[in-house]
């Protein structure tokens, strides 16, 4: 039998207290290690045995990898259920708006008990098998967990999700339209199928995306999205977004960051000659954050420059 400082026997990332003391560990040894921070008690049982979140994670992927962990114990404990809608999307690490959500959503089928129970939000819904991957546990599709956050959330919240999806290889325009064909009742379809004709890859941020949906539900005219700008001394860099049709004849660069965040002063002062240089090139130049998303200030501001 292991003693105590004995390495751990093979386990899996996250393991139950069946599996540890199924390789011969005892209750006493799996306590020894939550208490000397060797694992992480992540649910009632379930533990995980390696750190799997980097010191140099940023705080949002931290709370990301700290929910996915949550997600895995949930569904352990939980047999029959599947995670889905935001903690699914942190699972394929698609991008959700706002804070990592605290508690953990997973999926039970039609006829069981919903609502929340112990940091666990059941949600009721039909899924296909098509529509769910065995992974360490079962979870939602990309494509899937993509059409329950659009029908369920904001136009922001489809884009920061479905942008990101496409970035990064997991949702396609097709596989999109293949989802939305393949279902006809669902709450919140029609949201869904605004949502899809907009989704875009070229948006790199969330907050981009979520910008993007302001200008939409704003009337806004509409950018292009991350356009190469040049001048005389040659390339001064790719912006966010330009709109250079106008009637008015005005170029306006629009920057969703709000105030510039730059790790050394180095960089502050290219990025403040690169703004120069844009304004130099004839360029008006618009920044904002996602606290501007949560006014009709920004869509006045814009308007002024875009239409009057």
């Not at 899996?12 to 694992?39: E, K």
């Not at 050394?264 to 360029?283: I, P, Q």
Request: charged letters at 25%; aromatic letters at 6%.
């Amino acid at each position: 039998m292991p003693r105590l400082a004995d390495p751990d026997p093979s386990l899996p990332p996250l393991a139950l207290l069946a599996q540890a003391t199924a390789a011969g560990l005892t209750p006493d040894q799996v306590r020894h290690r939550v208490r000397s921070r060797r694992w992480e008690r992540v649910g009632r049982g379930a533990y995980l045995t390696v750190d799997e979140a980097p010191e140099d994670l940023d705080d949002y992927a931290r709370a990301r990898v700290a929910h996915v962990q949550r997600a895995l114990a949930a569904a352990h404990r939980n047999p029959g259920t599947v995670v889905g809608y935001a903690s699914a999307a942190l699972l394929h690490v698609m991008p959700v708006l706002g804070r990592v959500p605290t508690d953990v959503t997973l999926v039970v089928p039609p006829g069981h008990w919903t609502g929340r129970r112990s940091g666990i939000i059941f949600r009721r819904l039909r899924l296909s098998d098509d529509h769910v991957e065995r992974r360490r546990v079962p979870v939602t599709t990309p494509v899937r967990t993509w059409l329950d956050i659009a029908c369920r959330g904001s136009l922001a919240d489809a884009l920061a999700a479905g942008d990101g999806g496409i970035r990064s290889g997991l949702l396609t325009s097709e596989s999109v339209a293949g989802v939305l064909g393949s279902i006809d009742v669902l709450p919140g379809l029609q949201r869904a199928r605004r949502a899809a004709p907009l989704l875009n890859g070229l948006r790199e941020t969330a907050l981009e995306s979520a910008s993007y949906a302001y200008m939409v539900e704003h009337r806004l005219p509409l950018p292009r999205l991350q356009v190469t700008i040049t001048d005389e001394r040659g390339f001064v860099g790719r912006v966010d977004v330009l709109w250079d049709d106008l009637p008015s004849g005005r170029r306006v660069v629009g920057e969703s960051d709000g105030v510039v965040k730059y790790g050394t002063s180095g960089e502050a002062y290219r990025e403040k000659v690169r703004e120069d240089r844009l304004r130099a090139a004839g360029y008006q130049v618009v920044r904002w954050g996602f606290a501007d998303l949560r006014t009709p200030d920004l869509a006045r501001r814009l308007r002024e420059v875009l239409v009057s």
